[in-house]
């Protein structure tokens, strides 16, 4: 039976595998920094299982409501689109009011995701989801 430990090593060697498959980088060149995060030169990546990719996207969706186009809130909330408007001119400051305004937080989630995938919500490099040997790399920078 493997240990914590052991655990945890064999997944920073998957991940690792994942990211050199993935750039096309030597094992030399990736540095670890974190859990899941990882460092080829001053590029950043995250390596995810599918597990923690969903968990990781329905976080930073849930961070970012009050950025979501007002059609697609108004929808979700029946809040009129102009009134939503109005309350996204304080950026962050409205987050909570229209999280808690959301009628079925996980229909809501599920609908962003199939509309614009995991990794538009979790790559701030280019919005990208790319997947190797069953694990999910994603530029950060």
């Known amino acids: ?32 920094e974190g859990k899941t995060t990882y460092y080829i030169g001053d590029q950043a990546y995250l390596v995810l299982s599918d597990k923690e990719a969903q968990t990781r996207c329905e976080e930073d969706i ?34 909570d009011m229209l999280l808690n305004s959301i009628k079925d937080i996980q229909k809501f989630i599920n609908e962003a995701i199939a509309s614009d995938g995991r990794g538009h919500f979790i790559s701030y490099y280019d919005g990208y989801e790319h997947e190797e040997n069953d694990l999910f790399i994603y530029r950060l920078n």
């Not at 060697?13 to 050199?20: P, T």
């Open 1 to 32: 039976m493997e240990t914590d430990i052991e655990k945890k090593e064999k997944r920073n060697i998957q991940n690792i595998e994942a990211l050199k498959k993935h750039t096309n980088c030597e094992y030399s060149d990736i540095k670890k």
């Open 62 to 95: 849930k961070q970012f409501v009050w950025a979501f186009n007002s059609s697609f809130l108004s929808f979700h909330t029946d809040i009129n689109e102009d009134i939503i408007k109005s309350v996204q001119e304080h950026s962050e400051g409205s987050n």
